[in-house]
């Protein structure tokens, strides 16, 4: 797995661009955190993997336009920013850059969260 | 068929206990099912939902206005019978929309959530959050509040709620308080306090419009106004009651597995049509982000994982209502569902 680093981020390969079926997510886990990483219409983005309101993977849920929907109670968060957009879910969720370069998608986690 | 047997149910989870409200969600039994079938399954279609919605209301005011011109005649018997039916199928659609999925645009979506939500009394802000926890905790005594059948069975209530005198009466009290701002410690417990103020003003609106048409039986000096609005719960709760019951009642308690107190019952069309394919509601709990016109079709795609589905209502009650009886007298009692070989 290829890792760079700069100031702030490490970009770590999650996954070939063609990994992730258009309007889908798929699941990537690294150094013990699990996140979610989507390609819709503009792009690929990623977030924490879990759900804000219980213990329910996005990675099983299902991408609508720009939001993902948690399989679990169907609480939806915006994909590009993670803002909670309906109930039953209220915390925003974290997000994080990404890149894809070199056939590679790339996330950019923060300095203490990647290896 | 599925046997009844006395099988030992787990144990319910201690009220404070947190670890176990973290550890469910993971732990539910979950069928096999590539994805690409389970994304073509959830997507979301708002021409699927109008061509239930839109006929619905549609006999819904029509079975009204028959009912109406009817009034004062013995016609308005059956005609009321109809149209309380239909109205009390509102249930069925709250239900639905509280998941989010019978429409792709949200606004629709959220219109006719909480136009269901009045109509079925399940004042809408509350029962989201509550309906969540029964999705987490399925028929997990402590925790699930939605459980119909207490154990043991008190048989009154279950008799009683076919005309909604139970559950509609509780409703209609909790809607009254939250309009006062009176609200208890348990929905504290579970609904945000960014959620309350907007529950409050429901309950507001629910209560004006219900004392609007009050005020306007008064001022025909007919009770006719009052046939068409929350009273249609009562007179006309039967079907609901009937296919609700077959859902979890009867089935495990305490177990982490939707198989084993999860019914899905084949029906008629009109039932069907009328409780919005909920009559699947094993696959519903398996994958609640299905919409209920691709339920039969995800029925199809998992029905091999799956214990067989009842043949009709009739074979469901058939089979529920002797353990209903029994578990009168031994809660632990159970029908026990077959699994599939793994």
Redesign the interface.
Known sequence: MSVETNAKVHWIAACAPDDIDEEDVMRFDHDGASYAVYRIAEGYYASDGWCTHEHAHLADGFVINREIECPLHQGRFDIPSGKAKSAPVCVHLKTYPVRVEDGEVLLGLPVQDAS | MPSTSAVDSTTAPSPSDPSF??????QWYQPRIP??VL?EL?K?DDAAGLRNFIPWFALLVASGAVAAFTWGTWWAVPAFFVYGTIYSSSDARWHELS???PF?T?WINDAFYHLSSFMTIREG?WW??SH?RH??HTYFQTRDPEIQVTRPTKVLPIVADFAGLVGCTLEIGKVVRHAFGRVDAATDAFL?A??KPKMIWSCRIYLAVVLGTIALALALHSFLPLMFVWTPRFYGGWLHQLLGLTQHAGLAVNVKDHRLNTRTVHTNFVFRFLYLNMNYHLEHHL???VPFHALPRLHDAIKDQLPPAYPSVYAAYREMLPALWKQRSDPKHVIERTLPAA
């Open positions: 409200d973290a550890r469910i969600a993971e994805r690409a994304k959830m979301r998941h989010g999925t792709k949200r802000y989201r959050w969540a999705h987490t945000p960014s959620e994958l609640p982000m």
